[in-house]
């Protein structure tokens, strides 16, 4: 059942591009997609590109969760750290972050930093946010037995409201790896030498129509494949806590 | 946050920005490179920019296009998430579909269909639209999904037809979820907005910054992104008030955006 959608989808295409609606220069076959995109995950060429792609995007990450997290967690755990992080974050989450590309190449330059900033800039907004209400919603009186039995403020914090706070703040997170994958994508695609997203646009300049679904079916895979992975691993570390809605 | 949003925290964000500028400003000085003008040095561009006739006409393009394009991905993603949300066939349907397209980057498919519709507003606003329809089909749907089953009974039971129940019954009540994703679409907006204008650079606010960046006209690439950032932070404002006018009953959502490109 769940097959079937997709199944009509890729019909609708094999049959556009057969019967010659669209000429294959402007949409290729998905058969012709496939072959091209399992020859190229055998080209060590390819995969150099895919793997500068998947480091830029797991530094972004990593560095947004470890951001995310702390402030989060500063501003659920202290009222001035609130007050500082709260409307700077109501001013900074509507912008779009990829307006400030131009800024952080003039600033960090053509290299993996601008394009890891840039990750950052865009995923540590939905982590912070989990974070924050995950740890504002933990059930007072945990804390204040942990309080009562001697735990220090910074050992309550990482001891009880941090754990209490997991199942939220991987939920952000796994929202923010498949926005992770994306924008990686975009930066290479703006300026860059390297990466997936270069492949698209190089492609695209010669008109190797073929060659520009590839790279976009890759990082989707990537996307899908990682959102899969981060839930499996979410549930086996949220044994035993209660199921979300 | 619509209950504190009397005066203490509206200054907030006003301070919020101030902080931010004389950061920047601080920043710039001490650090002295070409790559960053002091915030003083490119607010100073934002009235160039802003008394300049072309960029406004570039501006009000932008503005054009997400308009269209928002409107356009209500008009298609509000009733296919209604009826998922009613439906379990329905939703059975779409919902792989949906999880498919999800982590694929929206602007990326603009130099495809580029090639198909060329580099004009067509092109431009179909992504906008791809952008904005998911979150607004996933919120829609949660929401309808949600809506009390009394309440539909009861419209059933006076005698509502199928099509009125979901315009009058499940529509209002999925309203306040709606929100959550026209609020996270719009963010979508801004995004494919600015990204497609920055792949096919021909009008709009993306195509001045890049090119801006290309002339190393510094200045005004920090003068654009204020420009750019303020549209984001104006228009949120304008829905959230929206939302507070249309939806005042509801209690508010606590909600991670699901935010892509």
Known sequence: ?245 | MAMQASSPSAFAPLLACLGLLALWEVAARVMAISGLPPASEALRELPVILGDGEALLNIAASLRRMLTGFVLALLFALPVGLCMGRSARIAAFFNPLLMVIYPVPKAALMPIIMLWLGIGDASKTIVITLGVSLPVIYHSYQGARAVEEKLIWSAAAMGMSKAARLWRVVLPAALPQIFIGIRTGLVLALITMVTSEMIARQTGVGSILFNALDMAQYASVYAMIVIIGVLGFVLDVIIERLRCKLVAWAEEEREIAVGTS
């Open chain 1, 1 to 245: 059942m769940g097959a079937l959608p997709l199944a009509c989808l890729l019909a609708l295409w094999h049959g556009i591009a057969v019967a010659g609606l669209a000429p294959a220069v402007l949409l290729p076959s998905p058969a012709a997609v496939v072959a091209r995109l399992l020859e190229q995950v055998r080209n060590p060429l390819f995969l150099q590109h895919a793997a500068t792609t998947l480091m830029r995007l797991f530094a972004g990450f990593g560095i947004a969760v470890v951001v995310g997290v702390a402030l989060g967690l500063a501003a659920a755990s202290n009222r001035r750290a609130e007050a500082l992080i709260r409307p700077l974050w109501r001013v900074l989450a509507p912008v779009p972050k990829i307006a400030l590309y131009p800024a952080l190449v003039l600033l960090l330059g053509f290299e993996h930093a601008s394009k890891v900033a840039l990750v950052v800039a865009d995923a540590v907004f939905p982590i912070l946010l989990a974070t924050y209400q995950g740890a504002a919603a933990v059930e007072p009186k945990l804390i204040w037995c942990a309080r009562a039995a001697g735990a220090s403020r910074n050992r309550t914090l990482l001891t009880v409201v941090l754990p209490a706070a997991l199942p939220t703040i991987l939920t952000g997170a796994r929202v923010s790896l498949v926005i992770s994958a994306i924008v990686v994508f975009l930066a290479e695609m703006l300026t860059s030498t390297d990466g997936l997203g270069h492949l698209l646009v190089y492609a695209s300049r010669s008109f190797h129509t073929v060659d520009m679904f590839v790279p976009l079916i890759t990082i989707s895979i990537i996307g899908l494949l990682l959102n899969a992975g981060f839930n499996a691993m979410r549930k086996r570390l949220l044994a035993g806590f209660p199921d979300e809605p």
